[in-house]
């Protein structure tokens, strides 16, 4: 009889059966509505978000700046564009803005870090630019010139940019593991005398920014004698600011750091 009166035990009438039932749906209503009460106040603070930065949406130019051109573009969507040109310098910067209190905020993107900061973009035959350089360089170093013609040389520079990288290192490494360190000089050169039949295999590259680690390129001395290095100057160059603050004044936006107005076109 045991088992009979457990099995009594485990059956709920029907109003009990209807009862928690109703209470399970409760719950359920309960717990479905949750993420819409959540998907509500995001929703609204979105909103809340859009409604500040509005009235700042727009296309900025620099004005009341000397020898300096500079353009800014706010987005509706809370993303911004930055450009500062003055002399030879240009400077970029994307990332997010804000607009609270009054202020207006820019936080610039960090730069994704590449795999490769350093690639071998071409290599060309040995000329006589290269063998001027390459007499100029051995003899500013004190060093006895090459007694047969010929050498290698490297070329570091950005062709997108037009920018050619001083003070970047380089070590020259022969097939008997000697190694010659150079530093790149005025339009990205550096140049080491060739060795009697020691071929060179490998060029290391030491980045100026010591956060980056040295970089080694396989090349074929076979191919040419001059070899041009191409480096990533967008991702290995930092944003001009990290943090940029701006007041509103009437029609225009006023940054502390630096001078001018950025008035909306």
Known sequence: ?????????????????????????????????????????????????????????????????????????LAGDGSFEWRLAYGALDQFAKGRWTSAGGRILLV????????????????????????????ASESEQGTAAAATRGGYAVIVGDPVARYRA?????????????????????????????????????????PTDETYAAETLAVDAGNGDVFAIRVDTAAATAPPFDELLLI??????????FRGRYVRH
Not at 48 to 71: I, M, N, Q
Request: glycine residues 8%; aromatic residues 6%.
């Open 1 to 73: 009889m045991q088992p009979a009166a457990l099995n009594s035990r485990c059956l709920r009438p029907p109003r009990a059966t209807a009862a928690l039932a109703a209470i399970g749906l409760g719950l359920a209503l309960t717990f479905a509505s949750q993420p819409a009460r959540s998907g509500d106040a995001a929703h609204a603070a979105a909103s809340v978000e859009d409604a500040e930065r509005a009235p700042f949406v727009g296309h900025y130019y620099l004005e009341d700046a000397t020898e300096v051109g500079s353009e800014l573009r």
């Open 108 to 135: 610039a993107d960090k730069p994704a870090r590449p795999r490769a900061l350093f690639a071998l973009d071409r290599t060309l035959a040995w000329n006589d630019d290269a063998q001027q350089r390459l007499d």
């Open 166 to 206: 001083m003070d970047v290192g380089v070590e020259f490494v022969f097939a008997d593991g000697r190694r010659e360190a150079r530093t790149t000089g005025p339009g990205g050169w550096a140049l080491v005398p060739k060795r009697d039949g020691v071929p060179l295999r490998a060029l290391v590259m030491h």
């Open 248 to 257: 509103p004044d009437a029609d225009a936006l006023i940054s502390p750091q």
